[in-house]
């Protein structure tokens, strides 16, 4: 990983929120492959050239208060995990999405990385009243994460020809 820049955001559950730069493009684009992305509603992008301009607007949301997205980093080995994303994060019930490297999957990083973006939201705002989390039916690695959580799911719907269900994940 590139020498870091960007501002801390919060280090709990055994990993580190570091606000998305340009420090951690790289390693973004490269995790973000066709097997990675299978359960979510948008491809990944074609060249680091396309990429840019998509970080760029996150950086733009971030400074307008609607979007926060994080790289998730072991806060030991400074490895980048993969990202965190809170969307809508002006509204009364903000939105999660998240995705970790899949070289990483399954020791518990997903779990650990909303938990700690639940805890950073509610410390940066005391009207959150829940937090949304739509998954992919067929996802259940995303669904554990939910769960783990105390989430209940609250609404289906088909995306993208997907089944998703939508989580409402508590505050606390």
Not at 41 to 57: K, N, Y
Not at 76 to 91: K, N
Not at 130 to 146: C, G, L, Q
């Amino acid at each position: 990983m590139a020498d870091v820049v960007s501002e801390l955001s919060a280090v709990r559950h055994g990993i580190a929120l570091y606000r998305f730069g340009p420090e951690f493009a790289a390693d973004s684009f490269a995790h973000l492959t066709p097997s990675l992305t299978r359960y979510m509603t948008w491809d990944p992008p074609a060249s680091m050239a396309a990429f840019e301009p998509i970080w760029r607007r996150w950086v733009d949301q971030r400074s307008a208060g609607t979007d926060f997205v994080f790289a998730i980093v072991d806060p030991v080995s400074g490895e980048f995990l993969g990202q965190v994303g809170i969307h809508q994060a002006d509204e009364a019930v903000p939105e999660f999405g998240i995705w970790i490297r899949e070289d990483r999957h399954g020791r518990g990083y997903g779990r650990r990385a909303v938990a700690a973006a639940r805890d950073w939201a509610n410390e940066q705002r005391s009207d959150i009243i829940a937090f949304r989390y739509p998954v992919v039916e067929e996802n259940t690695a995303s669904r554990r994460i939910a769960e783990g959580l105390g989430g209940v799911s609250v609404d289906r719907y088909a995306n993208d020809g997907k089944q998703t269900v939508v989580y409402q994940i508590p505050v606390d």
